[in-house]
């Protein structure tokens, strides 16, 4: 795959740095959009990133590596993210993402042998009064039960207790 972005991507770019009185400010933003794009940001990535704003690579590379946000390997198509932090740890965050761990057989920051699921334990994401939550991608569920779960999983393809 070629790493490079297309005409929109490319105007987006260009939209983004006109938000900031700095090209650099708009780093964050423009990550975002390679991994949007790219899946995850992989050296190549990182790279391109760097040259088409003029930054020196170390900077990128330092701001990827500080955020969990960015994916610094390939993660699943639906990316678990379960917090554990102190609301949701006392709401029972624990014991969902060790459910969700067993069923689909995977620990913290693995990813399913068919690329479906990826799980991560996460600090606070700020969804404390709907505790315990978890974030599929980019959408929140909160107030989750074992049940809940099951039934999300269901709905994402998981058979039978393992990935499809």
Same mark, same amino acid.
């Given at each position: 795959?070629? /790493?490079? %972005?297309?005409?929109?991507?490319?105007?987006?770019?260009?939209?983004?740095?006109?938000?900031?009185? $700095?090209?650099?400010?708009?780093?964050?933003?423009?990550?975002?959009?390679?991994?949007? *794009? %790219?899946?995850?940001? &992989?050296?190549? /990535?990182?790279?391109?990133? +760097?040259?088409?704003?003029?930054?020196?690579? &170390?900077?990128?590379?330092?701001?990827? #590596?500080?955020?969990?946000?960015? %994916?610094? *390997?390939?993660?699943?198509?639906?990316?678990?993210?379960?917090?554990?932090?102190? +609301?949701? !740890?006392?709401?029972?965050? $624990? =014991?969902? %993402?060790?459910?969700? +761990?067993?069923?689909?057989?995977?620990?913290?920051? =693995?990813?399913?042998?068919?690329?479906?699921? #990826?799980? $991560? $334990?996460?600090?606070?994401?700020?969804?404390?009064?709907?505790?315990?939550?978890?974030?599929?991608? =980019?959408?929140?569920?909160?107030?989750?039960?074992?049940?809940?779960?099951?039934?999300?999983?269901?709905? !994402?393809?998981? *058979?039978?207790? &393992?990935?499809?």
């Amino acid at each position: 795959m070629k /790493v490079e %972005f297309n005409e929109y991507e490319l105007a987006k770019v260009e939209e983004l740095k006109t938000k900031y009185p $700095e090209t650099k400010a708009a780093l964050m933003g423009v990550l975002w959009l390679a991994q949007k *794009k %790219f899946g995850w940001l &992989s050296e190549e /990535v990182k790279e391109y990133v +760097s040259h088409l704003l003029g930054l020196p690579p &170390s900077h990128v590379d330092g701001v990827v #590596s500080f955020y969990t946000m960015y %994916f610094k *390997k390939p993660m699943g198509r639906f990316h678990i993210q379960v917090c554990t932090n102190v +609301s949701c !740890l006392i709401c029972g965050g $624990e =014991e969902l %993402f060790n459910h969700i +761990s067993k069923k689909l057989g995977i620990g913290n920051g =693995e990813v399913t042998a068919d690329g479906t699921f #990826s799980l $991560e $334990e996460v600090e606070c994401m700020g969804a404390c009064g709907g505790a315990p939550m978890i974030a599929i991608n =980019e959408d929140y569920y909160e107030n989750l039960t074992i049940e809940k779960v099951d039934q999300l999983l269901l709905q !994402l393809g998981l *058979k039978n207790g &393992s990935p499809a």
